[in-house]
């Protein structure tokens, strides 16, 4: 089962990633241009179209925004522990902290989910999306920026375009509002070319960037950290939340995904260590193919 999933849901995405890189490595793309298009178009329609068609529960919808949240908190408390144990330096400790917190929920977490579960996860991976936004400009900016900067997070928070499109599709389905095919066509030929957008500006950004292995006994720890104890972290999570199924299996499988970008941007803005964040974001993407796979393989049998 682990090669199937391997071939089958892991090397498809890596493939599409490897086109965005060797792009990035012999034309200079604008990846500011292409992160807004994911971010202000492809995401928040996707995910509006996923909500409307796939309809999760309102409980559904609860538990899944609770669960990461309680992960979130666990995993600060265990970054906090493991980086005074270790003796990381300030700026190591909250680079660290915030890439293991950070996953990439949406331009890697939505292909992940599409082809492992035959979109059927899709909308749980949505809310996921949502809360890890959440959760970016407010404990992240928290943990970098320091308190003095969260007044800049709420306002990021409230410019997110994403709430906006889960806030109107819960509107719409409260109402059981039937949306026109003139709309909803556009919406899935938008929606259909997130993951490919989304996985070449992956691997663009991945191009584009180089890596250095500073600090490599804080890196390792670092990457240990989101790969292995994060997925522990949300197996005993949600066995103590009684979930069971599909909304598992998607729950586990993305607390294996890698570092998100995001903590890269952050590193610049705030002068937090921007080199190591994407030595960890570059290294957990390639490992996540044996994690990420490993962890569909074994939420088959744990869920």
């Known amino acids: 089962m682990f090669f199937y999933i391997l071939l089958n849901v892991i090397l498809p995405i890596f493939i599409v990633m490897i086109l965005g890189f060797l792009v990035a490595k012999y034309f200079t793309l604008d990846l500011g241009s292409l992160s ?3 971010f202000y178009l492809f995401i928040p329609v996707f995910m509006f ?9 309102d409980r559904e919808i609860g538990m899944t925004i609770l669960f990461n949240l309680l992960l979130a908190v666990l995993t600060f408390l265990m970054m906090y522990g493991i980086t005074r144990w270790m003796k990381f330096g300030s700026n190591l400790a909250a680079a ?39 959760l970016t400009y407010t404990l992240g900016i928290l943990i970098v920026g320091g308190w003095s900067e969260w007044k800049r997070g709420v306002k990021t928070i409230l410019k ?3 709430l906006y499109a889960l806030f109107l599709a819960l509107v719409i389905r409260g109402f059981n509002i039937n949306m026109p ?9 938008v929606s259909d070319g997130m993951a490919p957008i989304a996985l070449i500006t992956l691997g663009a950004q991945l191009g584009q960037g180089g890596i250095s292995l500073k600090h490599p006994k804080e890196l390792w720890i670092t990457i240990a950290a989101r790969l292995l104890l994060c997925p522990l972290l949300a197996w005993i999570l949600i066995s103590a939340m009684g979930f069971h199924g599909l909304m598992a299996r998607v729950l586990f499988v993305s607390s294996a995904f890698p570092t998100a970008v995001a903590t890269v941007l952050f590193g610049i803005e ?34």
Request: avoid cysteine.
């Open 36 to 38: 807004k298009l994911n």
């Open 49 to 57: 179209h996923s909500l409307l068609i796939f309809k999760p529960g």
């Open 96 to 134: 660290s902290t915030l890439s293991v917190m950070i996953f990439n929920s949406a331009n890697y977490g939505i292909p992940v989910v599409q082809l492992a579960y035959q979109g059927e996860g899709v909308a749980i991976q949505v809310i996921t999306i949502t809360a890890m936004n959440v």
């Open 160 to 162: 997110l375009p994403i």
């Open 181 to 189: 095919d003139t709309l909803m066509t556009p919406m899935k030929w």
């Open 270 to 303: 705030y002068d937090k260590e921007p080199t190591y964040a994407a030595d960890v974001v570059f290294i957990t993407t390639l490992l996540s193919a044996i994690s990420v796979t490993g962890a569909i393989s074994l939420s088959a049998v744990l869920f």
